[in-house]
Structure formats: C-alpha cells, structure tokens
C-alpha cells in the first residue's frame, strides 16, 4: 500500500520563504508530483520529480530523495495568491494513477 | 486546448436518493479517473479507465457506485443510494496513457 505524510497547516508571511514537506512509503516508486488546490476549484500541476534532486520552476522548486521517501515543495516571494492546498501524490510504478495525500493548507498573510 | 468538463457544478440530495455525474475528458485523452474529496482530506480515486476499459476500481464501495465510460469518451459516475458520508467533490481528471493528469473543477455533492 501507499502511506503518504505532509503537515495538515502552515502559515507563511507575503515576501516569504517556506517549505512544504512530503514523506511518502510506497511499494514503487514512479514519480512524485506536487499540485495546488484552491478553496472550490480543481488541484492544477506544480511540479514533477521521479529522480533526485531540484526542479526549479520560476518561484516554486521541488526536491526529492528517493532513498529517504522524502520530497518537498520550496515556495520563493510567497504571494497572497499562493494561499491554497499543496498535494503531494506518488505515483506507483507500473500505473498512471496518483495517490494523494491529505494536503496542506498554506496561509500567506500580509 | 479545452479542459476537463464536468456537471453538474452542485448537487444537494437527500440520503437514500440517487445521483449521476458527467464529464467530458480532454479530447484524445485515453485514460479517464474518478476522483472522491472528502473536506480536509487529498482526492481518493474510486476508479480508472484506459478507453472503454476498467484499469482500477479497488476503491470503489461497488454496492452503492458504479461508472461506465461509453464508447470511450465520455464518463458518468452514478451512487445509488447516497449516504451522508458521501457528501464530497467529486472530481474527474484525465490524461495520456502515462501522463499527467489534469483536473475537472468537480461536483460538490452534499447529501442531507
């Protein structure tokens, strides 16, 4: 099975730095990706590793460690904007689907 | 390109009472999914289609909910009777055969 573990909240000032952690345990690994969700509206695509390392996409960068189970989502210049749900989602190997946790919710405040 | 459609945007039904959800996926995307969100929590899929074909659908409660995708396209997702617990959005997502998945805005189901 997938058991996958990221903080329920997080609060976070406007011009900030923060990071969103993500600890995952699956029986395969083919892929980690990261999604905002805001209030009503679909999750969207952030970003996506399956090796270790930094992808860097303008102000969000993620990071993983395969050998850790450990991933997580670096958000630069925080904005008001940015207040939403962050999912972390696994991919098993061998399937396309996505399993999801539970998300954490980001608060930007003035 | 046009997202994922889904309808109705809200639902609010009594318990025991039947409803039936639509989405149209992204054109030629193959893969279908069936998504449940309960308040609080990330999206669970109920189930998976490659075409007209059933991938998974471990985690669909198969006494209440069923889903057909017709001809491959199109997707309605049905409970039959609703219970409080499944008062969710209901989210439909689609992809290529391997790619990455992209999200309808959901129904909002509230049973009462």
């Known amino acids: 099975g997938q058991n996958i573990d990221q903080p329920t909240e997080m609060t976070a000032t406007e011009g900030a730095i923060v990071q969103i952690n993500c600890t995952y345990q699956t029986s395969g690994f083919n892929g980690l990706f990261w999604y905002q969700q805001h209030a009503g509206e679909a999750p969207t695509f952030l970003s996506y590793n399956v090796l270790d390392g930094l992808e860097e996409k303008g102000r969000f960068s993620s990071f993983l460690s395969r050998s850790k189970g450990y991933s997580y989502l670096l958000l630069k210049e925080l904005q008001m904007k940015d207040s939403a749900s962050y999912l972390c989602a696994v991919r098993p190997s061998g399937y396309s689907t996505l399993t999801f946790g539970k998300g954490t919710m980001l608060l930007v405040s003035p | 390109e046009a997202g994922v459609a889904q309808s109705p945007r809200y639902k609010i039904i009594e318990k025991r009472q039947s409803v039936a959800f639509w989405c149209n996926p992204i054109?030629?995307?193959?893969?279908l999914y069936w998504y449940q969100q309960i308040l609080g929590q990330g999206p669970k899929l109920l189930i998976q289609f490659q075409n007209n074909g059933v991938v998974d659908d471990s985690q669909l409660p198969k006494d209440r909910f069923s889903a057909e995708r017709l001809k491959g396209v199109d997707s309605t997702l049905k409970i039959q009777p609703a219970k409080l617990e499944d008062s969710a959005v209901y989210l439909c997502a689609s992809s290529l055969a391997q790619g990455l998945a992209t999200f309808g805005s959901g129904t909002r189901l509230t049973v009462v």
């Open positions: 054109s030629g995307h193959a893969t």
